[in-house]
């Protein structure tokens, strides 16, 4: 008992951090009370003997408690909502692209100081349908200071914008660029700045935004029609960076220091520092911080000769989210991530036993195992958090998923050698565009389809009748292998 214990300790002890980190958006534990319940528990694990590991987990989920009560405490605080109605000059840092739309341009940024006052809060800036700031930018504007918008067509910006620690929108005017911020941000932007000036140099249009989608993770640059087409067609996820942006970086970087003679503890060295600087550049977004915290324990489990551990990689990935913003639980980026990775663990070598046997080929196999689990396991968090459900999602990523690693690789390695061999760069970018316009081509098409978004009570009816045509097939099947009486063999 105790060598099992030994073996799924780290995982018990993850699982009791997240599920108090969690359990914080539903219980805000006093930090004194908390901190001295923690620490007794964690003295009593050194006499608890083959308790020891139970004291250990209800002391780390009592810490995750009292950390997340501590971060929501943080990140509900908002000096300025005190200012709400008033205006005056704000000095603001510009900390995300902006999203422009045909009456405004919307940036999220950090306000330094309002009307003299020093601070450092996030806001959610808003300015006339002109040219927007860069990331980065440091600049000086005349705002007002009002509250985000409410329940509006399914939607509730002030809900959202409060579980990012944004509590009031400023609508600016007369904006004055002072320069750009320094420091690790400043790094992070300019990484950003340069993938996305070398990943497809020479693309516009709906092509480079459809790149920029699935390298950065931006779609603003994409039409409202082609994003609905995403969204109906269960493609909207490709313009999320995900854990196989991540898996081509760390697999393209060791291979490419193998390749020039140095050694394996360089190339996951090496990796390490990419997988970091990729994160700076596309932001803080679940799933590539869930994959990149994987990536960087795996490169790290290398160099320290210690065994992979999907799950406990998994798990220190949402340790880390929901450790420093608690209501990351509540976020739907979060749930599809995470609930479409548990499903991959949990179910793909099930399901790929059952198509064990048919005339497919085995990248063929594996991509329908793949889509068929995760289209299963998001459905419910997809029907819940936005009320509908795309019914083609498993033939539609089945289409596009050809074309997504090879635009992912052209991209990177374009961004990577650009310094160096630019004149190859527009070579790729073409190849990029062909395979964006391919993809999008994809998403149109399944979104044309009747029926391509399922409604709550339409995707009721649909499971019904689905289970019915499953438990129907099954019970021909069994009754047609099953041997007549007259047919038994007699002896």
């Known amino acids: 008992m105790s060598a099992i214990a030994a073996r799924a300790g780290p995982h018990v002890l993850l699982t009791a951090l997240c599920a108090g980190l969690a359990a914080a958006n539903a219980v805000r534990l006093p930090v004194v009370p908390g901190a001295v319940a923690a620490g007794l ?24 408690l009292v950390w ?8 509900d605080r908002s000096p300025l909502t005190a200012e709400i109605g008033y205006a005056g000059h704000a000095l603001l840092v510009v900390t995300g692209p902006a999203k422009h739309s045909t009456f405004d341009v919307r ?27 860069p990331q980065g930018a440091l600049v000086d504007a005349l705002v007002e200071v009002t509250a985000p ?29 002072l320069g750009m911020r320094g420091g690790l941000g400043a790094v992070a932007d300019r990484l950003r700045r340069h993938i996305a ?9 709906e092509r480079r935004a459809v790149v920029a989608g699935i390298v950065l993770g931006e779609d603003q640059g994409l039409s409202k029609g082609l994003a609905d087409a995403f969204r109906a067609s269960g493609l909207y996820h490709l313009l999320a960076v995900s854990g196989q942006n991540v898996l081509i970086i760390v697999t393209g970087v060791v291979t490419l220091v193998l390749l020039l003679g140095l050694s394996r503890l360089v190339g996951e060295a090496v990796a390490i520092v990419a997988v970091l600087g990729y994160l700076a550049a596309v932001g803080w977004q679940p799933s590539v911080v869930r994959a990149g915290v994987a990536g960087v324990l795996g490169s790290l489990a290398w160099l320290t000769a210690r065994p992979r551990d999907r799950w406990y990689f998994l798990l220190a990935g949402a340790a880390v989210l929901l450790g420093w913003n608690p209501y990351a639980l509540l976020d739907p980026g979060f749930q599809l991530s995470f609930g479409a990775v548990v499903a991959i663990f949990l179910g793909v070598a099930r399901v790929g036993r059952r198509v064990e046997g048919y005339p497919l080929p085995r990248m063929a196999a594996d991509a329908l195992t793949v889509s068929l689990v995760c289209s299963v396991a998001t459905a419910p968090i997809l029907l819940l958090q936005f009320g509908a459900v795309p019914l083609y999602a498993l033939p539609a990523n089945l289409l596009a998923a050809p074309a997504v690693a090879p635009l992912l690789g052209c991209a990177l390695i374009s961004a990577a050698i650009h310094p160096v061999l630019p004149a190859a ?3 790729l970018a073409q190849a990029e565009g062909l395979l964006a316009a391919y993809l999008a081509a994809v998403a149109r098409g399944v979104a044309a389809l009747p029926y391509a978004r399922l409604t709550p009570k339409q995707t009721l009816v649909g499971a019904c009748l689905a289970v019915i045509a499953v438990v129907a097939v099954r019970r021909s099947m069994v009754s047609a292998w099953r041997p007549s009486r007259s047919a038994r063999p007699t002896f």
């Open 68 to 75: 997340g009560g501590a971060r929501l405490d943080a990140l």
């Open 149 to 177: 918008r409410g329940p509006r067509d399914g939607f509730d910006e002030a809900t959202y914008l409060r579980r990012h620690g944004i509590h009031v929108v400023l609508r600016g005017s007369h904006l004055r660029l």
């Open 107 to 133: 940036v999220q940024a950090e306000a330094r100081a309002f009307h003299g006052r020093t601070l450092r809060e996030p806001v959610l800036l808003e300015l006339p349908p002109v040219r927007a700031p």
């Open 425 to 427: 760069c527009p070579l």
């Open 41 to 64: 528990l964690l003295a009593a694990s050194g006499i608890a003997g083959e308790q020891r590991l139970a004291a250990l987990a209800a002391a780390l989920t009592i810490a995750g």
């Open 197 to 205: 000036a070398t990943m497809a140099p020479g693309l516009r249009g």
